[in-house]
């Protein structure tokens, strides 16, 4: 995966290059991208949102505010357990419990 000055996401076959998938995944810039442990979700960070993805579908799971500035700081804590996101110039570090997502 690739993240950089665009609003997509590349998936990339790591043997040829190709491009496998794109995903859209903010307004304007993605700043930060994480796999979760499993690597069955993508988690992206830009300007506007976080959103996880299902890698096996393609599709966005849920898309996350609360960030007031572009997203320059993304973990995933244990086990898939806590998402921690750190913003450009903010004081304030965001978590959210990746737990309460699961279907």
């Known amino acids: 995966f690739s993240c950089g000055e665009s609003s997509m996401i590349l998936q990339r076959d790591l043997s040829t290059g190709n491009i496998m998938r794109k995903f859209k995944a ?6 930060k991208i994480e796999l979760n442990a499993k690597e069955d979700c993508l988690i ?16 966005m799971i849920t ?31 965001n978590m959210w419990s990746l737990k309460d997502l699961e279907s």
């Open 26 to 31: 903010d307004k304007k810039t993605v700043t």
């Open 44 to 59: 992206s960070a830009g300007r506007s949102y976080i959103k996880i993805w299902d890698l096996s579908s393609g599709e």
């Open 63 to 93: 898309k996350l505010s609360g960030q007031r500035s572009a997203v320059n700081g993304l973990s995933i804590t244990g086990i898939d357990q806590c998402l921690y996101a750190s913003s450009k110039n903010q004081r304030i570090i």
